[in-house]
């Protein structure tokens, strides 16, 4: 998510912005009450989704009925001042892990910032605490060890909590905001951790096993959340009130407000369905927004370089100049 818009940075990514909905019939849309800005999105076996509701501390669950229910809360603290948007909470990422817990990065400018576990039928627990100075955002889980990221939109950092330790995998320039927000969503895919730069557009490639981070797109405007399909990314482009594939055939519009966005937070894919999170916080209603992706979005591997504009460096197999980016831990 983000709190200001940079024009200049947006306006040349229309260059490329090619209209192509999704096959098939149109977008189901779940309207979700007032309040329930859905920030994060997790999927569930039988296909329902789970939100984080971004000021709420509420956690909900979409049926594949459409039917909507809450199945946890995290306090809000009276002292919550989170930084940036100075509310007294912030929920962001979620990502479930095969037994069924849940994890959410909660921020609150308290001690109360940091990574909670969600299991059914007990209250939510910190199961690790993040600086209250940063803003928590994306949360990813590598299947192979278990281990949990989490990323800093404020503190120019990537988090792995590994067995109750929390270490600072990431930091640096890769991963820092210009006046919002910096690193934003994160996935585990193809051995490496990618991170989206909300304020820098870009989306950034960093091996699990060790290695500099680099950027392998650029001039995506305000890059929120992102799945893949196949070897093509799917990304809310938020402030933008787009949804966009990437890939070797170039950066593609699949979805807009003709559809229902409004500010898309995050996309989650299961086959050929795509989910949507519409936080609707520059206008709009939040709702729960599900499509047909169309057969030929995974058509090329994705493993390159991509500029979506000429408004940024392009970057091909290199890091930015002058970064200090490094895997610390």
Not at 275 to 290: I, K, R
């Amino acid at each position: 998510m983000r709190i200001k818009h940079i024009g200049v940075a947006l306006a040349a990514i229309a260059m490329v912005a090619l209209p192509a909905t999704p096959a098939g019939a149109a977008p189901t849309i779940v309207p979700l009450a007032p309040g329930q800005q859905p920030e994060n999105i997790a999927l569930e076996p039988d296909g329902s989704a789970d939100l984080t509701f971004a000021y709420t501390g509420e956690i909900g669950r979409v049926s594949p009925s459409g039917r909507v229910t809450i199945i946890a809360r995290i306090p809000v603290p009276e002292d919550g001042d989170v930084p940036v948007v100075h509310k007294r909470l912030f929920l962001g990422g979620i990502v479930r892990a095969p037994g069924g817990d849940l994890y959410v990065a909660v921020s609150t400018g308290t001690a109360a910032t940091g990574l909670y576990r969600v299991r059914a039928g007990v209250p939510p627990v910190q199961v690790a605490k993040l600086p209250p100075s940063g803003f928590q955002n994306g949360v990813a889980r590598d299947p192979a060890t278990g281990d949990l990221f989490v990323a800093d939109s404020f503190g120019s950092t990537v988090w792995r909590v590994s067995r109750g330790r929390v270490t600072a995998w990431a930091t640096g320039e890769l991963l820092a905001p210009v006046s919002g927000f910096g690193a934003n969503g994160v996935k585990v895919h193809d051995g490496a951790l990618w991170v989206s730069n909300l304020d820098h557009g870009t989306l950034v490639r960093f091996p699990l096993h060790g290695g500099p981070g680099r950027v392998v797109t650029s001039g995506l405007g305000p890059v929120d959340d992102f799945a893949f399909h196949g070897d093509t990314v799917v990304a809310a482009i938020n402030q933008d009130n787009r949804v966009v594939t990437v890939g070797r055939d170039g950066v593609k519009t699949i979805l807009s407000t003709e559809d229902g966005l409004a500010n898309p937070t995050a996309v989650a894919v299961r086959d050929d369905t795509l989910f949507v999170t519409d936080g609707a916080y520059f206008g709009g209603s939040p709702n729960l927004l599900q499509a047909t992706l169309a057969a030929n979005t995974c058509n090329a591997e994705f493993a390159g370089s991509v500029t979506a504009t000429t408004s940024l460096p392009a970057v091909s197999g290199t890091e930015f100049a002058n970064t200090r980016y490094g895997v610390v831990g």
